[in-house]
């Protein structure tokens, strides 16, 4: 391309001879600039490539018979016999409907509970109290998951956990929680809300906050009383928050997290029935079965839905924003 | 007259409105006040554990204020401080190292990224954030850390993971491509190079996104368990939390072959010693995140998370 194509700002003012020159360097300063930028990314691009590329190569394993000293490309091919042998076990299928099942609850459960606390705190809102209140509401999601599940036992420990105490002081039988799955979705659930509440509700009340008060305001003199203001106003407008949200969850419906399920229940095998996800599945078939191509076989299957999902997701979200709002993906 | 008694009535309307008003706000805050306590109680719990008597607390039970107070737990630790201390050391080495490396690799990449006149950008921002969508997910990285880079028992299996975070990226990215160009196109004018222009410019502008990215990177580290769990079999490399689980654990063993009537399997600290150790291992995590919350806070409206 012509150089001067590139600068349409030259002026006749400027002598001939000078903008050549200039050019040059700039051009020579576009082309160095460039290669620093190239630089500065390769160390990061490096990282990716290996740790998010090369594993990609690796859901072959998913379709072989993997043999560890006969490597991911050596192993014989078996086509989807993984795939069938993994789906005609009842582990599987019953990991995938705890997850499922699992994850609608925690997703229902922590919608209304951020929502209602958002809403809660904006009604009192006030920067120092917030600011407080946030702080606590956050902490939980700061702990890690062997600290949890330490003091879900101490909550839920048979012989002298607390729950089990107040049980024995009123005059109830003690429960063995560590071999009840029926109440597990449950604690799991509340587990889960501890931990994740905060930030729900925090993303939904920076939302709120961002809301006109003349809206109320004119509601107010209409009548409108605090629950119409919120269904008819602040639900409307913070709408599209919450079904980003809500879908980016789904879109992950497969995927659970590991440590709730691994700490928080101990790794308890007279809960599996309740509480075993195709995280705690795989994590097994990997190290404790050492079954690699049943392992990979879940995993494959777990990110394959993952993926069909999220585009599908995000497709729907293209047709459901509004222009001047964009909140799809990409 | 009539105004006047419609003024008063009014006026009659208007308090109790008021007091109503008052009323709700009120018991807003004793249900968030109950709320946060409740987030709070389990910790106190575990705390109020770790400084019970071991006798009591297992007559007892768990209780929110100790039965009967003892610091033997703690003593008790630091008795034969060798493991913990270890276990320390492993962990802050690698919350400070793998810290410094995440943003060491992480901000040029956004920086490069937010550039509007990089060439490369398109085809780049495409390879690092199509990841998002797709992953192999842990079984073949697991081959790969074991197979191929093996890595397994060194401190590196413990870095490696979290150095990049390619939704750190995108946050990172975003707010360094709201920096005024000004100050850069200045900058380029007075001559400085684009590294310089990055160290110099770029980098202190954006110290709120990165300090962001700083926490969250170190609390990763810092809770980490699970890489350790995969990776690391050699006791001397255990990272704190790590090391939590491996004692709950064997203590959940012993009590298990305690009960078909077998000998114990090694030395497994006292259930006090153990909830005291979570509080040890606890502590400086929740004093980060209390020190520097309010970057936490705007992690959130950044969008930090997931």
């Not at chain 1, 039988?173 to 659930?189: E, H, K």
């Not at chain 1, 994740?196 to 009383?225: T, W």
């Not at chain 2, 077998?262 to 909830?275: C, K, L, S, Y």
């Amino acid at each position: 391309m012509d150089a001067s194509f590139e600068q349409p700002m030259k002026t006749s003012v400027v002598p001939v001879a000078a903008p050549r020159k200039r050019f040059e360097s700039l051009r020579g300063h576009k082309f160095s600039r460039n290669l620093v930028w190239l630089l500065m990314s390769l160390p990061a691009i490096l990282w990716i490539l290996v740790f998010k590329y090369m594993t990609l190569f690796g859901v072959w394993i998913a379709f072989t018979d993997f043999k560890v000293r006969r490597g991911v490309f050596g192993s014989d091919f078996v086509g989807l016999d993984n795939f069938r042998f993994l789906f005609a076990t009842d582990t599987a299928l019953r990991a995938t409907a705890n997850t499922i099942f699992l994850n609608v609850l925690f997703i229902t459960g922590g919608l209304v509970a951020s929502l209602l606390i958002a809403w809660l705190m904006y009604e009192i809102y006030s920067s120092k109290l917030t600011r407080f209140y946030q702080t606590m509401l956050l902490l939980p999601r700061f702990i890690s998951w062997v600290v949890v599940g330490y003091f879900v036992y101490a909550l839920l420990a048979t012989d002298n956990g607390l729950i089990n105490n107040i049980l024995r002081n009123v005059g109830l039988q003690p429960i063995s929680w560590y071999a009840t799955p029926q109440a597990w979705p449950g604690i799991l659930l509340l587990t889960s809300l501890w931990s994740g509440m905060g930030i729900g509700s925090l993303i939904y009340l920076s939302g709120m906050l961002a809301i006109d008060l003349q809206l109320f305001e004119a509601a107010r003199i209409d009548g409108a009383n605090k629950w119409q203001q919120f269904s008819h106003i602040t639900l409307p407008i913070i709408l599209p928050l919450v079904v980003i949200n809500l879908l980016l969850s789904l879109a992950f419906i497969l995927n659970a997290d590991f440590g709730l399920f691994f700490q928080v229940t101990r790794n308890q095998p007279l809960l599996y029935s309740t509480t075993d996800v195709l995280d705690t599945y795989i994590y097994r078939s990997l190290i404790v079965t050492q079954n690699v191509s049943m392992a990979a076989a879940a995993q494959f299957y777990q990110s394959i839905v993952g993926f069909v999902l999220v585009l599908l997701f995000n497709w729907i979200v293209r047709r459901i924003e509004r222009a001047d709002e964009p909140l799809a993906l990409f | 007259m009539a105004t006047y008694s419609q003024k008063l009535r009014e006026q009659k309307r208007l308090d109790t409105d008021r007091l109503m008003n008052l009323l709700s706000r009120f018991s807003i805050h004793i249900v968030i006040i109950l709320l946060s306590l409740g987030c709070l109680f389990p910790l106190l719990l575990i705390v109020s554990a770790s400084f019970t008597d071991e006798i009591a607390l297992t007559r007892f039970g768990y209780n929110l204020i100790p039965t009967q107070f003892s610091t033997d737990a703690y003593a008790a630790i630091f008795r034969t401080p060798g493991v913990i201390i270890r276990a320390y050391l492993v962990t802050i080495f690698t919350t400070v190292v793998g810290t410094i490396l995440a943003l060491a690799l992480m901000s040029p990449l956004a920086y490069a990224l937010s550039r509007p006149d990089f060439i490369l950008r398109k085809p780049l921002s495409l390879f690092v954030f199509f990841t998002m969508l797709f992953s192999g997910g842990i079984v073949p990285y697991y081959i790969l850390m074991t197979q191929y880079l093996r890595v397994q028992d060194t401190v590196l299996a413990l870095i490696l993971p979290y150095l990049v975070v390619v939704y750190y990226v995108l946050i990172l990215r975003t707010y360094f491509a709201a920096l005024p160009s000004e100050l850069i196109d200045a900058a380029r004018v007075d001559g400085a190079g684009e590294f310089r222009i990055f160290i110099s410019i770029a980098l202190p502008l954006a110290k709120p996104a990165l300090a962001t990215i700083a926490l969250f990177t170190a609390l990763n580290y810092w809770n980490d368990w699970t890489t350790a769990l995969y990776f690391v079999r050699d006791p001397q490399l255990y990272p704190l939390q790590y090391m939590l689980y491996i004692i709950q654990s064997n203590a959940q063993a012993m009590q298990l072959q305690g009960s078909v009537g077998n000998i114990t399997v090694g030395e497994v600290p006292t259930q006090t010693a153990r909830m005291a150790m979570a509080v040890l291992a606890t502590g400086p995590a929740a004093l980060m995140f209390l020190v520097f919350q309010r970057y936490l806070v705007r992690g959130v409206t950044l969008g930090a998370f997931r």
